[in-house]
């Protein structure tokens, strides 16, 4: 499949025999060599190189892409070409291509776009997501979603793969009629939040946007692909909701993949080494391994220990194992030391974390709870009820 990225046909081939093997595509949109990489390696079918995605990477929010802090073919070209390209080998990467930039000549552009290397290209940053009285004004001086359009023919022209964002059921039609390959319904900006009723409410809008839309779509040409992008689509389950009874063929996904995870994950990673800065620990470990450490320094290092590790899975005859001592002696020494057991001790110690970690940041509850060492939210909200007295949601909302 080396060669499929430069060739239109093969691409729609290798996409329509994922749809068959796997029932649904997946793309990301990339920001860097580190995010397609791995995209890639975790089967990943296609990636869009924009501008937002740079943006992300630089920590600043994804609607950057649409103001003029810089450039965006030029960003796009700039990272793409170098960290993208050399990097995926067996999926297509598409260019994240401005066509209402003043500053190129589009035909040439797209020319240009083909001979570095880029598989296809992706109408962004779109006018579409632009509405209102700055739209209008934007319209009368000519930036409009027809030079979009216009893009997608002449990269139809030239053998480029074509993802097109559409908004409407007129702009899905023409973008069929200029030869899109992929007909992509933005959703609009990717929002996050809880599965509350205010989100069911805004996936159903979304689904029956979308199915709108592609059932005009298969109108003109049922053989094209169909896929969703954005709004309140943002975790696996959104998405099968979006699949459930509908022709839709994949997802594309930006801050999912790139932001939400990156943040939550360094937020983690940080916390536990800040914590391991400890040499009290450390001295205790070299007393406890010369045989000289006492039983309040065995106690100490279990603590300690909780202290660093209460994210992870723990139990008591891990620790013995590592003190050298049997379980049930460590056990009877925990309970009389600090009067509750091991267990009970881990709990609250995990528990009165989580309540930290709620005081500061505004994080979902299922992500809380498998920071601090339950990966099942719902064990999760069952012990903070039982050992604080109401449910993780209450004691937030009080």
Not at 8 to 19: G, R, S, T, V
Not at 210 to 227: G, H, Q, S, T, Y
Not at 253 to 275: D, M, W
Request: aromatic share 10%; charged share 25%.
């Amino acid at each position: 499949m080396e060669k499929m990225l430069n060739n239109k046909y093969e691409i729609q081939h290798y996409l329509k025999n994922q749809i068959k093997k796997n029932r649904y595509l997946l793309g990301v949109a990339a920001g860097s060599g580190m995010t397609a990489k791995y995209a890639e390696q975790s089967g990943a079918d296609l990636i869009l190189a924009l501008s937002s995605g740079r943006f992300r990477q630089m920590g600043v929010s994804s609607l950057a892409g649409f103001l003029p802090y810089a450039n965006s073919n030029e960003v796009v070209m700039d990272f793409a070409y170098k960290e993208l390209i050399p990097m995926i080998k067996n999926i297509p990467v598409c260019f994240g291509l401005c066509a209402t930039d003043p500053t190129i000549k589009l035909d040439n552009y797209i020319d240009l776009i083909k001979d570095k290397g880029f598989a296809g290209i992706n109408n962004f940053p779109s006018v579409g997501l632009v509405d209102g009285l700055f739209r209008e004004a934007l319209e009368e001086q000519g930036i409009t979603y027809n030079k979009e359009i216009e893009a997608i023919r002449l990269a139809n022209e030239k053998e480029l793969f074509t993802v097109a964002f559409v908004f409407n059921e007129d702009q899905a039609i023409s973008m069929l009629e200029a030869g899109a390959d992929v007909i992509c319904v933005h959703l609009g900006l990717t929002k996050g939040g809880s599965l509350g009723a205010r989100k069911i409410l805004s996936l159903q809008s979304a689904k029956r946007m979308a199915v709108n839309i592609f059932n005009r779509c298969d109108e003109l040409n049922p053989n094209a692909i169909k896929m969703i992008y954005g709004g309140p689509v943002n975790k696996p389950i959104d998405v099968q909701f979006m699949y459930d009874d509908t022709n839709i063929m994949g997802y594309i996904g930006g801050s999912v993949f790139e932001r939400i995870p990156t943040e939550q994950a360094l937020v983690h990673v940080t916390r536990s080494f800040k914590q391991t800065n400890d040499f009290q620990f450390d001295e205790l470990i070299v007393k406890i391994i010369d045989g000289i450490g006492s039983q309040d320094d065995y106690i100490d290092f279990i603590k300690k220990y909780i202290a660093l590790h209460y994210m992870d899975e723990i139990t008591l005859n891990e620790i013995a194992e590592i003190l050298n001592l049997s379980r049930s002696y460590l056990s009877t020494l925990f309970k009389k030391e600090v009067g509750i057991s091991f267990t009970q001790y881990l709990i609250n110690f995990r528990l009165n974390r989580a309540i930290e970690i709620l005081k500061l940041e505004n994080l979902p509850l299922n992500s809380v709870a498998e920071m601090v060492g339950y990966p099942d939210y719902t064990q999760f909200s069952k012990i903070f009820k039982k050992y604080k007295g109401v449910s993780p949601k209450y004691y937030i909302k009080k």
